[in-house]
């Protein structure tokens, strides 16, 4: 596996949340948050709200995976470090990162969130690299080394399984080495919380392209169908369809705003779907895709 920063995200729980005292909070807190974010949870064993609060965090903690860790701190037995961080009720959360404390909250919080605070915590530290991973799967995958691309990108997961950048990267990486069937399962797989990403709403699109392609007709005969009658919109579909398969992409978005000039309506308005689809498999500021969706938005409300 290809690794990415420290190895946290693979730490055991007991790694994650511990106690700590007066004596050791130097290298529980201060020490290990300049390495990776740490939260304090000072409590009670008395206090109502720490009872259903503590219990929370660690969830949230244990679900970040290494990212940020949890040091809980009982303030009956070190009264001490509750007072130089002056903490005058319970509960009361602090974010240390880089030594010092960043960020904190006192009392009890819904889920929501307690989740926002660990995340941000957890962000202080950054991706560890991820940006940089993904920019270079990138360049694999437009450089033509899709098998390369593939790897990065499921290595990236294994680091940040939420990532809609790896889980899109991937899934046109498997179209460009043609794994149709394996590109469709790994988008079905991606977590819910991503699935409307505009990374995954473009992966689809190229899939939902690639299948096309793969029943494009010769696209010589489809433009001798054309010319020979004009008003035949299917066989203008089909050959903006086998123009795309072709790579020839800016003509078969010609044809169909033509198709669409001509019958927006058509076969239940598929020549403006195709267009939609065609633009979300571009990057969005792809001269195509701005001009295309120009040209259309000024034929829908002539």
Known sequence: MIEFGSDTATAPAEDLIKETSEATFMADVIEMSKTVPVIVDFWAPWCGPCKTLGPALEAAVTAAAGKVKMVKVNVDQNQMIAGQLQVQSIPTVFAFWEGKPVDAFQGALPPSEIQAFVDRTADLAGDDGLEEAIAAAEEMLAEGAAIDAAQTFAAILEEDPKSAAAYGG???AHVA?????????????????ISTSPELEAAHAQLELAKQAADAGPVAELRAAVAADETNLQARYDLAIALHANGEVEEAVAELLELFRRDRDWNDGAAKAQLFTIFDALTPKDPIALNGRRKLSSMIFA
């Open 170 to 172: 991937l899934v046109r």
């Open 177 to 193: 080495i043609e794994d149709l069937d394996q590109a469709e399962a790994i988008l079905n797989g991606a977590p819910a919380e």
